[in-house]
């Protein structure tokens, strides 16, 4: 599985910006999906996860309410929902996959995409 995140940037307090994450392989489907986030200096945290069937979410309590995963099968992308962003949400962003049928509570992601830069300025 190969996955390539993109959509970052720059951006100002309160804005909204959308990640998207682009998978290729045949497991897309029948696994489940992430976000995770390092700030500098940082160890890296996940953001949220998305089950195989898109019924079941993780946030992170930093992230709740105003984060959404959502995963488009069709296309093979996962996407991250970002609002009202804060200067704390600033970040080297990646997203992962695991394993198939793997529980994302379970254990880490097997697989990683390239990190794609948030940064919020004030």
């Known amino acids: 599985v190969q996955l390539q995140a993109s959509g970052g940037g720059l951006v100002q307090t309160g804005d909204s910006l959308r990640l998207s994450c682009a998978a290729s392989g045949r497991t897309f489907g029948s696994s489940a999906m992430g976000w995770f986030r390092q700030a500098q200096g940082k160890e890296r945290e996940r953001v949220g996860s998305?089950?195989?069937?898109?019924?079941?979410?993780y946030y992170g309590d930093s992230v709740k309410s105003r984060f959404t995963i959502s995963r488009d099968y069709a296309k093979n992308t996962l996407f991250l929902q970002m609002n009202s962003l804060k200067l704390e949400d600033t970040a080297v962003y990646f997203c992962?996959?695991?394993?198939?049928?793997?529980?994302?509570?379970?254990?880490?992601?097997?697989?990683w995409g390239q990190g794609t830069q948030v940064t919020v300025s004030s």
């Open positions: 992962a996959a695991w394993m198939p049928f793997i529980d994302p509570n379970i254990g880490p992601p097997a697989h």
């Open positions: 998305i089950g195989i069937s898109s019924g079941t979410t």
